[in-house]
């Protein structure tokens, strides 16, 4: 962080706040928050930090020190493009405050991450959240924490083009050290569910191939899902979207459905209820348990959802084989990332290193590996030089 803090007094000749917001792992519950189901996230600690100051004009000067690129633009403007690259995070999040009356002022930010990008650890979520926070504190405005998380949303769905669900800016803002999330996608309720890393550790093996997420296969998904939710509901009273549906109705109904739809469907109701019990697991210990629901994901995301890809595929079949895994699943996404395995403490660095070389075997790439800590939500640094 120091290195950030210099780096903004060289180019701005001011002394910054900082602000930050962390990347996560889904423990469970993919693609079920836009259907309004559940997930199991939490915060870990690789996060983005932004550097910044007030302007006295209505600039909005951006400068990203690990990308080593920058750009410029005004506050005000009406009907901004997106631009297809990083910058697309920090003005959709200043688009969408001042959409909603929000009054910001100009402003200098600086921004380094060490989220590997496009590796499905919501490096993007962490950008628009801490953008949210900056850009809201210096004009000392205090918002709360869902209603950061939703405005985040907002940039990414209306401005990025990204149908994302509500998981990565929800957990972005509230992560808890020592805790994954339940959240109810549906009510925004949350229960915090204790990860004792005593006892599992999270292990993060990135794939290296990057996800490309937006104007997708993701789209597709999420209308494939609204597609069964609107045929299910003629048979099933009260079904909104596939969270209505349970998995008995779900067998009762689900020759009514066109084949891929079905196999849709199939993946977010039976992760929906895997969820459930995995949280139930967790809390109880049961980690060989939480551990099996992880490879049954995984299995439904990759023959019903169809969202993994080779590589992750692989990384996850390598890990089932290695000693003091409790599971493997990819996590994110998909098409390409990272998986996330539970590993016994006393094996993690082993795991590490045999997944290395495993990998590196059998696809001809390095991967990088991570331990992980669960972490603290966004919030902001206090700098003391
Ligand atoms: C991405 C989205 C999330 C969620 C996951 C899949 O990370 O941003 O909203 O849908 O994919 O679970």
Same mark, same amino acid.
């Given at each position: 962080m120091s290195q950030l803090v210099k780096a903004f007094q060289n180019k701005y000749k001011d002394n910054p706040r900082i602000f930050r917001a962390p990347g996560r792992v889904n423990l469970i519950g993919e693609h079920t928050d836009y259907n309004d189901g559940f997930v199991l996230p939490a915060a870990i600690d690789r996060d983005t930090r932004i550097a910044a100051t007030l302007r006295h004009d209505r600039k909005l000067m951006i400068f990203s020190l690990t990308l080593d690129s920058g750009l410029e633009f005004n506050i005000d403007e009406d009907a901004p493009r997106p631009r297809g690259d990083w910058s697309d995070y920090v003005r959709g999040v200043a688009h969408i405050l001042a959409m909603e009356g929000y009054r910001l002022n100009?402003?200098?930010?600086? *921004? %380094?991450?060490?989220?590997?990008?496009? !590796?499905?650890?919501?490096?993007? #979520?962490?950008? =628009?959240?801490?953008?949210?926070?900056?850009?809201?504190?210096?004009?000392? *405005? %205090?918002?709360?924490?869902?209603?950061? !998380?939703?405005?985040?949303?907002? #940039?990414?769905? =209306?401005?990025?083009?990204?149908?994302?669900?509500?998981?990565?800016?929800? *957990?972005?803002?509230?992560?808890?050290?020592g805790a994954a999330l339940l959240i109810d996608c549906r009510n925004m309720t949350t229960k915090s569910v204790s990860v004792d890393e005593t006892k599992a550790r999270i292990v993060l093996c990135n794939t290296m191939v990057k996800h490309k997420l937006a104007g997708s296969e993701y789209n597709v998904r999420r209308a494939e899902c609204e597609t069964g939710a609107g045929i299910l509901s003629k048979f099933i009273p009260g079904v909104r979207n596939l969270r209505d549906v349970s998995p008995a109705k779900f067998k009762e109904y689900e020759h009514e459905l066109p084949s891929n739809i079905r196999k849709r469907c199939r993946h977010v109701i039976s992760e929906n209820d895997r969820v459930l019990t995995a949280a139930r697991l967790l809390e109880d210990g049961d980690l060989q348990g939480f551990g099996r629901l992880m490879t049954q994901s995984h299995r439904s995301l990759r023959d019903d959802y169809q969202v993994s890809c080779l590589e992750l595929d692989q990384m996850v079949d390598l890990a089932e084989g290695l000693e003091g895994v409790f599971g493997a699943r990819m996590t994110g996404g998909g098409f390409g990332g990272c998986t996330f395995n539970l590993a016994k403490p006393e094996a993690a660095e082993f795991f590490c290193h045999e997944i290395k070389q495993a990998y590196f075997e059998a696809s001809g790439v390095l991967p990088e590996i991570y331990i992980c800590r669960t972490a603290e939500g966004a919030g902001e640094f206090e700098v003391t030089s």
């Open positions: 100009g402003a200098n930010l600086m *921004i %380094e991450t060490d989220i590997p990008i496009g !590796a499905g650890l919501s490096s993007s #979520a962490a950008i =628009e959240v801490a953008t949210g926070l900056a850009l809201t504190s210096l004009a000392e *405005i %205090e918002i709360q924490p869902l209603e950061l !998380a939703r405005i985040c949303q907002r #940039a990414e769905n =209306e401005f990025v083009g990204m149908r994302c669900g509500i998981m990565d800016q929800l *957990i972005a803002c509230l992560g808890q050290p």
